[in-house]
Nanobody, 115 residues
Framework: QVHLVEFGGGLVQPGGSLRLSCAAS????????MSWYRQAPGKERELVAT???????MYAESAKGRFTISRDYASKAVHLQMNSLKPDDTAVYYC?????????WGQGTQVTVSS
């Protein structure tokens, strides 16, 4: 069984930065994509950023120019650097790893952007 653990969330002022990290409990093979999603209160879960096939990155329009997704092969982790945060970025952020056979989710980490 694979477990994903996210950390790095918290409370930050508008314009601030946070770095989210997601670590897997063991090596995962046949990864197709590693992604970050978020879900704000009363809204559906939405894709924020994804790495496909290890190198191609894609971002939601709201994240472009502010967020950067990266993958650390050595530590089996995926990171999301978030800069210039806005109150609209407030949500629970979830890590997702999609393989040929499975779809893994973390438990989520809360990000709150408020003054």
């Amino acid at each position: 069984q694979v477990h994903l653990v996210e950390f790095g969330g918290g409370l930050v002022q508008p314009g601030g930065s946070l770095r989210l990290s997601c670590a897997a409990s063991r090596i995962i093979s046949s990864i197709r994509s590693m992604s970050w999603y978020r879900q704000a209160p009363g809204k559906e879960r939405e894709l924020v950023a994804t790495i496909i096939s290890g190198s191609t990155t894609m971002y939601a329009e709201s994240a472009k120019g502010r967020f950067t997704i990266s993958r650390d092969y050595a530590s089996k982790a995926v990171h999301l650097q978030m800069n210039s945060l806005k109150p609209d970025d407030t949500a629970v952020y979830y890590c997702n790893i999609h393989t040929a056979l499975n779809n893994y989710w973390g438990q989520g980490t809360q990000v709150t952007v408020s003054s």
